[in-house]
């Protein structure tokens, strides 16, 4: 559990660190033209902050794996915690993401599936985290 646990939190690290490109990865800043003042500042904060969120997210499993497998209050709540932001996370790839935006073309196709695995892999590793550590 210790080494799938890192990876999920080296993985969440640098998806956080990813966000710093992704706006010129994505091809954002062309698009956000179009988008008013505020509406641009917005999307540049709110993609900072999830970021950050994931920096911050991987920082205990990474660093502090020991710890959040030896149980406790505080680690029940940072794995439960984790189980249900990334367990939404997974939920809102279907939700959010219907077939019609990535159907059609391979790559889209491609990043759906590959992120509907990711966050699978990382809501599972969190909840066998949290049935490690509280039994």
Do not use: K, N
Request: hydrophobic share 55%; net charge positive.
């Amino acid at each position: 559990m210790v080494p799938a646990l890192r990876a999920v939190g080296a993985v969440l690290v640098l998806l956080g660190l990813a966000h710093l490109a992704l706006p010129y990865g994505m091809g954002w800043l062309r698009e956000f033209t179009a988008l008013t003042a505020l509406t641009r500042r917005i999307m540049h904060l709110h993609t900072g902050f999830i970021g950050l969120a994931c920096v911050l997210g991987g920082l205990p499993p990474l660093l502090l794996t020991g710890d959040l497998l030896a149980g406790g209050r505080l680690a029940t709540a940072i794995l439960a915690g984790e189980c249900v932001f990334w367990g939404a996370r997974w939920a809102c790839q279907f939700a959010a993401f219907s077939p019609s935006i990535w159907r059609g073309s391979p790559v889209r196709t491609a990043g759906h599936v590959g992120f509907a695995l990711l966050w699978s892999w990382i809501t599972a590793t969190f909840g066998i985290a949290l049935l490690t550590a509280t039994w």
